[in-house]
């Protein structure tokens, strides 16, 4: 049979003992002087009165202004096809006339012969450029994707950007580079933070995003994808720095409001994300945990916290319970008592309240 005994403040209880009793000196329920629940192990957290996350107070980096999307030089891919074909379809004809299309080849295609004087100066102008714009009309051609778009660009100078699909033309003279224009998720690898009372934390953070100015993304920032990586662990660091991550012996903001966290992360990104053209609509951390350095011992804080308030929850009721029985006991005129008989029922009454709810809740 497994029994315990367990002390509790029963000074406090009463203040007026009988004369001649000794007084019971003052002790702490279960509770060691280096427990985290006991006297000297309790540490006063910081009063927050705002349980939402801040965002930041610094000023996000500007914008170029001369820096932004613009509609780019194109058309659609048909009107080249058709352009090219009638420029070497318009070649043929000249070097038809001018007598340099071979007798066998003229014959095969049924067109009367035409004696050869040689190409003098004007037809070979028609010739360079009529060569030239179907040069032009196929070189320019390419295959607009859907969810991507096409930044131009004409030695070193921005020339707008191309959204368009399918079969586009552009300037073969500009360089074009694509860029994925999609609605993007990014879910980071654990990132390394502390909380407000220097706690290591271990954080990872889903981040849904897309380009919404290709000119900023392109130009705008080296890599923007690596750029918003390092704009993430930057942000969350700072966010979670400002509240703890549990709050042991009281009842307060922490980092377990998941919700607040996420939208101080999203107005933080939002605004740093801005000037290279990048769009970021959640921001949302998916896992919040101690570093294993010291996950160890904050599990045991947690455990201990805890417990330290299932002890004061059950010593709250069993004081209320014995004032209710004593209380109507009195009332009822069912025993009189004086004050040393009444402190001693006291006694025993809170011993057997607390004993049996001990019993009961382990």
């Known amino acids: 049979m497994n029994e315990s005994t367990t002390e509790i ?34 540490k006063r957290q910081p009063t927050r009165t705002d349980s939402r996350v801040q965002g930041s107070g610094r000023s996000a980096p500007s914008a170029d202004p001369g820096l932004a999307e613009r509609p780019g030089a194109s058309l ?25 299309v071979p007798a066998p080849v003229s014959a095969l295609l049924r067109l009367d012969a035409v004696p050869y004087d040689g190409i003098g100066p ?34 070193g100078d921005y020339r707008g ?21 999609r609605l993007r998720h990014w879910r980071s690898e654990p990132l ?20 919404k100015d290709t000119a900023r993304a392109a130009y705008g920032v080296e890599n923007h994808e690596a750029y918003l990586c390092e704009l993430v662990e930057a942000a969350m660091a700072r966010v979670l720095s400002q509240l ?8 307060g903001p922490t980092l ?7 939208d101080a992360l999203t107005r933080m990104l939002k605004a740093e994300a801005f000037p290279v053209g990048i769009e970021v609509f ?49 009332t009822r005129g069912l025993v009189e008592l004086d004050v040393y008989e009444r402190n001693a029922l006291v006694r025993d009454l809170t011993v057997a309240f607390y004993a049996g709810r001990g019993g009961t809740s382990s």
Request: overall charge positive.
């Open 282 to 330: 959640s921001a949302q951390p998916t896992r919040i945990e101690y570093a294993p350095e010291v996950a160890g011992a904050m599990q045991r804080s947690r455990v201990a916290a805890i417990d330290a308030r299932h002890r004061d929850t059950v010593l709250t009721s069993v004081v209320d319970a014995v004032d209710d029985t004593v209380t109507r006991l009195t």
């Open 256 to 262: 377990r409001d998941s919700e607040a966290v996420g």
């Open 122 to 155: 004007e037809v070979g102008a028609v010739l360079a450029v009529l060569g030239a714009l179907a040069l032009l009309a196929f070189g320019g051609l390419g295959r607009g994707r859907v969810g991507h778009a096409w930044v131009l660009s004409l030695f």
């Open 161 to 181: 950007s191309v959204r368009r699909t399918g079969l586009v033309w552009t300037s073969p003279l500009a360089l074009r580079r694509r860029v994925d224009v």
């Open 9 to 42: 403040p029963v000074h406090l209880l009463f203040r007026d003992d009988a004369p001649g009793a000794v007084a019971t000196p003052a002790r702490t329920v279960g509770r060691p002087a280096g427990h985290p629940g006991g006297p000297a192990g309790r």
């Open 192 to 211: 390394p933070a502390v909380d407000a009372d220097g706690t290591a934390l271990r954080a990872v953070v889903l981040v849904v995003w897309r380009i």
């Open 76 to 100: 659609p891919g048909a009107a080249a096809l058709l352009g090219g074909a009638v420029a070497l379809v318009g070649f043929a004809v000249v070097l038809w006339r001018a007598g340099a």
């Open 244 to 251: 703890p991550a549990d709050a042991f012996h009281e009842d």
